[in-house]
């Protein structure tokens, strides 16, 4: 059997469809249908990566309980939010908690495999020392792909897998306006403007929070984003 894949959401045929799908993708996957039944499990034993609903049952914010419970057990279990609520408030209230996803319901399975498997990518690369390594800078900024790690004068940005490909798709032209659609496709993901904005000013708040001067992503009304060269 794969991977260990965990799917904490409330719907049976949503639940059953996802199990059977990442079953079929490879991996050693098992549903709960509450907050309750995933904490019972996850205390024996702690699945490899964990998918979860924000509205579970009678808890409107169970995912985001549940999220908080598995980050103080483990800073590097993957965790990707995959909810039918994409407002700004809750991507960013989800991302804050630590997951390294968030994900609309309306993203297709194809998606979602890729993400996990840009997910256990990077928890391989981390253990890897990092020696024939692709690596960009821009001043202050380090890249390096293969581990899907972001430095700023050496102090390392904390970034999901969705931001660290959108900042990746910025570095690699600084100067040239990338739109949202490039954005969207570079970082595999299929979301309206908002989301993408609310990933950007994310992004922004990330590097801001380790050099209070940062400016580098600037917005292009009405075009898009770009670093500043």
């Known amino acids: 059997m794969g991977r260990s894949i965990a799917i904490v959401e409330d719907e049976p045929l949503i639940r059953a469809n996802y199990v059977e799908a990442l079953t079929r ?17 996850f205390a024996m034993k702690l699945p490899e990566l964990v998918i979860i609903d924000i509205g579970l049952r009678d808890e409107p914010e169970g995912g985001f309980d549940l999220c908080r419970e598995l980050r103080a057990k483990s800073a590097t279990l993957p965790i990707i939010f995959l909810t039918a609520r994409d407002s700004d408030f809750d991507v960013i209230s989800g991302l804050r908690l630590g997951a390294d996803d968030y994900l609309s319901k309306d993203t297709s399975l194809h998606q979602l495999a890729a993400r996990i498997a840009a997910l256990f990518r990077r928890i391989e690369s981390l253990k890897v020392p990092a020696s024939n390594e692709t690596v960009i800078a821009h001043g202050p900024l ?66 801001v929070a380790v050099a209070p001067e940062f400016d580098a992503i600037e917005t292009v009304h009405g075009v898009g984003y770009r670093w500043k060269p």
């Open 25 to 41: 993708f490879g991996y050693d996957t098992r549903g709960y249908g509450s907050r309750q039944d995933a904490s019972t499990a």
């Open 142 to 207: 380090k890249l390096e792909s293969e581990r899907m790690r972001i430095t700023w004068n050496d102090a390392e940005i904390p970034l999901t897998v969705t931001e660290f490909w959108m900042v990746h798709t910025l570095v690699r032209f600084p100067g040239h306006v990338k739109n949202r659609d490039q954005l969207m496709r570079e970082a595999e993901l299929v979301v309206d403007d908002a989301t993408i904005t609310s990933h950007i000013k994310r992004i922004r708040k990330k590097f």
